[in-house]
């Protein structure tokens, strides 16, 4: 599976942006989705996540209420509106994929995935 985000930019605060991350590859094994963020000199850290057979969503509390995930089967495309954004959200945005069912795993961890994106630059001014 290969990804590929898009969709970054540069925006003042309480703007948005619309992510995009195209999926190619073996796309009908894809199980669960997500978008991580890291910020300079900070770890990669859980931005919202999307079980991809029945788009059961869940987000980290620092984006609840103003960014939304979501995910176009029909497409292999997985994208996150962000809306109301804050200078606080300026990071590298990645996209991430588990293309296994099997086994215990926690969704906000980076290890439960095995494929990544190659990241995309969100900055918001203040």
């Known amino acids: 599976v290969q990804l590929q985000a898009s969709g970054g930019g540069l925006v003042q605060a309480g703007g948005s942006l619309r992510l995009a991350c195209a999926a190619s590859?073996?796309?009908?094994?894809?199980?669960?989705m997500g978008w991580f963020r890291q910020a300079p000199g900070k770890e990669r850290e859980f931005v919202a996540g999307?079980?991809?057979?029945?788009?059961?969503?869940y987000y980290a509390d620092s984006v609840e209420g103003r960014f939304t995930i979501s995910r176009d089967s029909g497409k292999n495309t997985l994208y996150l509106q962000m809306n109301s954004l804050k200078p606080e959200d300026t990071a590298v945005y990645y996209c991430?994929?588990?293309?296994?069912?099997?086994?215990?795993?926690?969704?906000?961890?980076?290890?439960?995935?095995?494929?990544w994106g190659q990241g995309t630059q969100v900055t918001v001014s203040s």
């Open positions: 999307i079980k991809w057979s029945d788009s059961i969503t």
């Open positions: 590859g073996r796309t009908f094994s894809t199980y669960f």
């Open positions: 991430a994929a588990r293309t296994f069912s099997l086994g215990s795993y926690n969704y906000r961890q980076i290890t439960a995935y095995n494929y």
